[in-house]
């Protein structure tokens, strides 16, 4: 089991932390509920209908953590990677490590730029078909990666894509994460 920190609250950070929670992983998400979700009104979201944003987030919130990962009102501050860690700092000073960052961050990745991550000409986070960046486990995901261009389901897209990769190394071995119907 590895542990994932997960910067953001919006639709990527959740879904990431999702797929990473009901597989077994140890996830802590940050994020102070401040997404543009809860201004939006989703009438273009497959499977959805028409729902408002902040019952969408409030939702979301409820699903992720009944899947097992512990959401957490703090902001980061400031953020770190080698090769084999990372470190996220709070706003409390505490400092917390894990095997993996996923930065979900909405259309200012201070933290992401704060390491040096390679930007694009748009200004969005360079990141490969995964979301993984030039640091070997630090993951960009959402409209950080494609500033001009935001939609909740592509980023949440984003965040199930960066998952599954995660998911993939910790077995060594490509992951699929298929649920099955109860049986009647």
Known sequence: MAKVIVVGDGPAGLSAALFLA?????VEVFGQDATGMNSAHLRN???L???AGTEFQARAREQVAGAGARLHGSAVTAVTATENA????????EA?????????EGKDPALARSLALAEDERGGIRTDGEGLTSQPRVYVI???TRPGRSQAVISAGDGARAALHILAREKGKDFQDWDTPPKS
């Open 96 to 104: 917390v490590q894990a095997e993996y960052l996923v930065l979900a």
């Open 86 to 93: 990372v470190t996220a700092r709070l706003e409390s000073g």
């Open 142 to 144: 959402g409209r950080s």
């Open 45 to 47: 979201y497959l499977g």
């Open 49 to 51: 209908t028409e729902m």
């Open 22 to 26: 009901k597989n077994g992983q140890e």
